[in-house]
């Protein structure tokens, strides 16, 4: 399979930018139901808590790189671990194919209640998952390449939708940040978090990327939490409380902009989504068929991209025709211990092993 080999490298840039793509897809999820909270003012502090979060999260992984650079998460178990480490590939195929569930699922939910009708939304759903298998198998060199375009394309449409709606914005929308104190804002930032698995596909790739990766890194982060914060001021400047009554909010806003002969640019919106979609589940696909790969061998790992396909697909649909699951998907005490778990605490105690190691080492 293409791009599994140590010779092959990817730049930060290219990384960072598919790590952007994922993030931002997360902004199409964000409604008031989800988010916990009405006032759509405590989702900018939210944001801004995600932004600091991710700083810290990150800490253990760059301490356990910079001691085995050329090791990813997976090889520092074994490493580290003997064969208790195979449950690494295992947790983590398992944890990549769980975040493609909740994505897939909301992308349903929306061709469902957007989306041409007589169109059946696992119709479409099972067109981004054959594409998305075709970049998982074409490699993460194919996806990093395929994702530099379609950054350019979404800074684009945020940019037009931007200068588009700003002049749109009335103060008087605005509502009182922490109006009923903090709470809202930390349960925004939690589910934030637990929708992305950024820092976890940095475990996987790191060894593998050249170049300035924590400068990269410290960029993606502040230009993430630039962009929400934007974004969500023009969603409350323009609709303010009629966002509270919409499914997907930032839809609704951006079928509200014109900009010269554009009308309406819920149709660039939508490309965005559909490309941002294809990219964050095709990697996806590609790191489950790495770690299957790594304890069952390459022809499993082909095979393993066409079966987290297809539960994917199977699990979502399901979530279509069930309220209990899409308040188990979308909400966030699913998902984010189930992150914070594959993000800081095995990186973590990984690094913790490490130590003590080390100082058995230096007893002997």
């Given at each position: 399979?293409?791009?599994?080999?140590?010779?092959?490298?990817?730049?930060?840039?290219?990384?960072?930018?598919?790590?952007?793509?994922?993030?931002?897809?997360?902004?199409?999820?964000?409604?008031?139901?989800?988010?916990?909270?009405?006032?759509?003012?405590?989702?900018?502090?939210?944001?801004?808590?995600?932004?600091?979060?991710?700083?810290?999260?990150?800490?253990?992984?760059?301490?356990?790189?910079?001691?085995?650079?050329?090791?990813?998460?997976?090889?520092?178990?074994?490493?580290?671990?003997?064969?208790?480490?195979?449950?690494?590939?295992?947790?983590?195929?398992?944890?990549?194919?769980?975040?493609n569930?909740y994505y897939?699922?909301?992308?349903?939910?929306?061709?469902?209640n957007?989306?041409?009708?007589?169109?059946?939304?696992?119709?479409?759903?099972?067109?981004?998952?054959?594409?998305a298998?075709?970049?998982?198998?074409?490699?993460?060199?194919?996806?990093v390449?395929?994702?530099?375009?379609?950054?350019?394309?979404?800074?684009?449409?945020?940019?037009?939708?931007?200068?588009?709606?700003?002049?749109?914005?009335?103060?008087?929308?605005?509502?009182?940040?922490?109006?009923?104190?903090?709470?809202?804002?930390?349960?925004?930032?939690?589910?934030?978090?637990?929708?992305?698995?950024?820092?976890?596909?940095?475990?996987?790739?790191?060894?593998?990327?050249?170049?300035?990766?924590?400068?990269?890194?410290?960029?993606?982060?502040?230009?993430?939490?630039?962009?929400?914060?934007?974004?969500?001021?023009?969603?409350?400047?323009?609709?303010?409380?009629?966002?509270?009554?919409?499914?997907?909010?930032?839809?609704?806003?951006?079928?509200?902009?014109?900009?010269?002969p554009?009308?309406?640019?819920?149709?660039?919106?939508?490309?965005?989504?559909?490309?941002?979609?294809?990219?964050?589940?095709?990697?996806?696909?590609?790191?489950?068929s790495?770690?299957?790969?790594?304890?069952?061998?390459?022809?499993?790992?082909?095979?393993?991209?066409?079966?987290?396909?297809?539960?994917?697909?199977?699990?979502?649909?399901?979530?279509?025709?069930?309220?209990?699951?899409?308040?188990?998907?979308?909400g966030?005490?699913?998902?984010?211990?189930?992150?914070?778990?594959?993000?800081?605490?095995?990186?973590?105690?990984?690094?913790?092993?490490?130590?003590?190691?080390?100082?058995?080492?230096?007893?002997?």
């Open positions: 399979m293409a791009g599994h080999g140590k010779e092959h490298f990817i730049s930060a840039y290219q990384l960072f930018s598919v790590l952007f793509i994922g993030r931002i897809v997360i902004l199409v999820t964000i409604n008031s139901g989800l988010a916990g909270n009405e006032n759509f003012s405590d989702l900018i502090a939210a944001s801004l808590w995600m932004f600091l979060a991710t700083f810290v999260m990150v800490i253990p992984l760059w301490l356990l790189t910079r001691k085995r650079p050329a090791l990813n998460i997976l090889d520092q178990g074994y490493y580290l671990l003997g064969r208790a480490g195979i449950i690494l590939p295992v947790f983590y195929a398992i944890y990549f194919v769980s975040v569930w897939l699922s909301v992308f349903q939910l929306f061709s469902a957007v989306m041409d009708p007589r169109t059946p939304a696992w119709v479409i759903a099972a067109a981004v998952l054959v594409v298998c075709y970049g998982a198998y074409k490699g993460v060199e194919a996806i390449r395929t994702a530099g375009i379609i950054l350019v394309l979404i800074c684009a449409g945020t940019i037009f939708m931007i200068c588009s709606l700003f002049f749109k914005m009335d103060a008087g929308n605005f509502e009182p940040m922490f109006y009923e104190g903090a709470g809202g804002s930390l349960y925004g930032a939690i589910l934030f978090l637990c929708r992305s698995s950024s820092i976890s596909v940095m475990a996987l790739l790191l060894p593998i990327v050249k170049g300035k990766r924590k400068l990269g890194f410290s960029i993606w982060n502040l230009g993430v939490w630039l962009v929400m914060t934007v974004v969500f001021l023009i969603m409350i400047g323009v609709a303010g409380d009629f966002l509270k009554m919409q499914i997907f909010p930032l839809y609704t806003v951006t079928a509200m902009a014109e900009l010269g554009f009308q309406r640019l819920d149709a660039v919106f939508l490309g965005v989504w559909l490309t941002g979609l294809f990219i964050k589940i095709a990697m996806d696909l590609y790191l489950v790495l770690c299957v790969t790594r304890f069952l061998g390459e022809k499993a790992g082909r095979i393993s991209i066409l079966a987290g396909a297809a539960i994917t697909g199977i699990v979502a649909q399901l979530a279509m025709g069930s309220r209990e699951l899409q308040a188990l998907f979308f966030p005490w699913l998902f984010f211990p189930i992150t914070l778990t594959a993000a800081f605490l095995i990186p973590l105690f990984l690094l913790l092993m490490d130590k003590i190691q080390s100082k058995r080492r230096a007893g002997k």
